[in-house]
């Protein structure tokens, strides 16, 4: 069975440091791959989606950046945080050849200070 | 564009009551329905959802029914547990160019007493 997995569960970073969170999925090939953010009370935000390695989709202009290195994995980076990138990350995967539902992983809680 | 308007929370409920969540959308073609949950600190997981107009989506003895006549996909249990309290999100999904994507409804923070 196909699972996914992100880490850190939990960050607290200070202004201006950068960020990494990554994401892995097994049991599959060649899935869609994507980041939402949920801030504190509010819903989910899609940031970035990737349909295979090296090919990102940005759905919004912001502070992050996000690559995709191997085919089952999906990075979101900063070089420097803003106290506005406080939140709650998700990686998410679905595969294309399948139909269209959206996995999620565990999150992330991104604290910046 | 695509949206979702689910009906604002929070919902406070006594157990073994039943629930309703409205959810009502606009899209531009056909989409899938969906519902996730999140527990209290954890990811969003796959509720239920359907896929087509009068598909009715079932699990854990939630359901919720496609009706295209009037764009809604509303939740319902008929007798909530304490262990139902989450937060629930209304979503959809269409083709958009090379993948599919989610839209989501705000959340509605249920919250079951005992």
């Known amino acids: 069975s196909q699972t996914i997995h992100q880490w850190p569960a939990t960050l607290v970073q200070p202004v201006g440091s950068p960020l990494s969170l990554e994401c892995t999925v097994e049991g599959t090939s060649n899935p869609n791959l994507y980041w939402y953010r949920q801030a504190a009370g509010r819903g989910l935000q899609l940031l970035f989606y990737?349909?295979?390695?090296?090919?990102i989709s940005s759905e919004v202009p912001q502070n992050l950046s996000a690559s995709r290195p191997q085919d089952r994995q999906f990075i979101l980076s900063s070089k420097k945080l803003l106290l506005s990138d406080s939140g709650f990350y998700l990686c998410?995967?679905?595969?294309?050849?399948?139909?269209?539902?959206?996995?999620f992983g565990e999150g992330s809680w991104l604290t910046v200070v | 564009g695509d949206s979702v308007t689910q009906m604002e929370g929070p919902v406070t409920l006594s157990e073994e009551a039943f629930l309703t969540i409205n959810c009502t959308y606009t899209a531009t073609g056909y989409p899938s329905l969906f519902w996730y949950v999140q527990y209290p600190g954890e990811g969003l997981q796959l509720l239920l959802k359907a896929t087509k107009a009068d598909d009715k989506g079932s699990n854990k003895g939630f359901e919720a029914t496609y009706r295209k006549e009037t764009t809604s996909f509303h939740l319902e249990k008929g007798s909530v547990q304490v262990s139902d309290s989450a937060v629930y999100f209304c979503a959809l999904s269409e083709y958009g160019g090379s993948n599919y994507k989610l839209t989501f409804g705000k959340g509605t923070l249920l919250t079951v007493n005992p």
């Open positions: 998410a995967w679905s595969d294309p050849g399948a139909g269209n539902t959206i996995y």
């Open positions: 990737s349909v295979g390695i090296g090919q």
